[in-house]
């Protein structure tokens, strides 16, 4: 599989170093943001192949994190628009709608699967 970059939005520790040892074995490089706001900033600074969004983090959701990057995709003409999946321990039929209306291409269930990453982004 071609190298791709990831960014994983999320504010709890634990889930960070789960998902980061799960894609670790698949040789992609991977940054962590600890909420969504950062997780804006650096999808300013870098081009990322795949986003997934915890829904539920401080200063911005994931829902307001989402709704800006598309917003910068949109203001600078981008082509390529970048994969964003939400990440949630919740009952996704509750958000999954708000999901798709903020931008999101899909969705992930916590505990995700390494699988599941890796087809989101084939």
């Excluded at 390529?80 to 899909?106: H, P």
């Amino acid at each position: 599989m071609e190298k791709k970059r990831i960014l994983i939005a999320e504010d709890n520790a634990i889930n960070q170093k789960v998902a980061l040892l799960l894609l670790q074995k698949y040789e992609q490089t991977i940054d962590i943001a600890d909420n969504g706001r950062i997780a804006v900033e650096k999808f300013l600074i870098h081009d990322y192949d795949l986003v997934l969004m915890d829904l539920h983090m401080p200063e911005l959701d994931g829902f307001e994190a989402t709704l800006k990057i598309r917003e910068i995709e949109e203001s600078e003409n981008r082509i390529k628009k970048v994969k964003i999946f939400a990440m949630t321990a919740s009952s996704i039929s509750d958000e999954s709608e708000r999901c798709y209306q903020v931008g999101m291409n899909g969705y992930i269930s916590k505990p995700f699967k390494p699988e599941e990453v890796m087809k989101a982004l084939s």
